[in-house]
């Protein structure tokens, strides 16, 4: 059996979020591979996650976070966003009020339009698919590919406008959608993010 140290566990810890005895026996369990170790809580986590997302989250918080261009001058631009768990208890920690912060300064950030594709009104995403239609036929595509090539812009157009898809501003190898997964595998709840709002002085809304 390999050596576990403990430097090996804070690289797992910091790299996947996973706690300290789950990241020791994932690593004891891949004999002290790190990114088999890595796989194997991330697959452990997904399957956690899918499991907790059938569960009611009617707890939580709203958090509101508002941006300053210098600290002696007026918010310019401001979030609000609701965070949902399953309780109280979660709710009161500070992981879990750090996470409504880093979703708050995202949205701030990156502006979306809707939390989740299903959300999108099917009226958007048919013009949406019209218009790069149109650009594939004019720039001369046979149709047998334009299909795909549509679809292909749906995904950059989920990215770009839809906050689950959204990249995470803080790190650009996880969406969203990953940064929640990986929350409620650490916290062991469902959780959600409900309704959110960004105002910036002087634009419409």
């Not at 149109?134 to 590919?145: F, L, M, R, T, Y």
Request: charged share 30%.
């Amino acid at each position: 059996m390999a050596d576990i140290n403990a430097k090996d566990v804070a690289a797992l810890r910091k790299s996947t979020g996973a706690g300290m005895m789950d990241c020791k026996k994932a690593l004891a369990e891949a004999n002290g591979d790190l990114e088999a170790a890595k796989r194997l809580l991330r697959e452990k986590g997904l399957a956690d996650a899918a499991k907790k997302s059938a569960r009611a989250a009617t707890e939580g918080l709203v958090y509101a976070y508002m941006h300053r261009p210098q600290p002696d001058y007026p918010a310019k631009l401001g979030v609000m966003v609701e965070l949902n768990c399953e309780t109280d208890f979660v709710a009161k920690t500070e992981g879990f009020e750090r996470l409504a912060k880093d979703i708050a300064m995202h949205i701030s950030f990156a502006d979306p339009d809707w939390t989740t594709r299903d959300q999108v009104p099917q009226n958007v995403l048919d013009e949406e698919s019209a218009i790069y239609a149109k650009q594939a036929k004019d720039s001369g595509k046979p149709d047998s590919i334009i299909e795909k090539i549509v679809a292909g812009k749906l995904e950059g157009f989920y990215k770009e406008r839809v906050l689950m898809d959204q990249e995470w501003i803080q790190d650009k190898s996880k969406s969203i959608a990953d940064l929640i997964n990986e929350a409620k595998a650490t916290m062991g709840e469902n959780i959600t993010i409900g309704r959110f709002a960004r105002i910036r002085v002087g634009e419409d809304s």
